[in-house]
């Protein structure tokens, strides 16, 4: 279907005595706008903001880090600093919508390593 983002999702926890699914098969979401930012960030060992290029209104995004032996940290900006509420291990995934007024800041643990967003307008 056009002007739709449709997510799929399937997590299944099987760890000893430990066994549980989580699953949304389908989530379809109406787009009301056709903006997208798709960059590969260089995020370094100092927070940085993250750039929405072109994008005024954020809506979805998806982050994977590209790294293969770094953490990358993400998070909201809170009086100039970040707070982080995502770590991505290398080669991780994560998808959330974002509040309008967000600024996103991020840092790698090590090394310099690459982060790979896409950006919705909402």
Known sequence: MSNTLQIRMDAIIDN???????QVRQLQIDLNSVGMHKPI???GTSEE????????TPGYVFFKNMSSNDNI???PESGGNMVPIINLNPGEVACMRLDPSV????????????????????
Not at 16 to 22: D, N, R
Not at 49 to 56: A, E, M, P
């Open 16 to 22: 000893e005595s430990l066994y549980e699914t989580f």
């Open 41 to 43: 960030i260089n995020v």
């Open 49 to 56: 903001v993250i750039d929405f290029g072109d994008i005024y």
């Open 73 to 75: 940290t993400i998070g």
């Open 103 to 122: 600024v996103l800041r991020a840092k790698s643990d090590t090394y310099e390593s690459q982060l790979l967003m896409m950006l919705l307008e909402d």
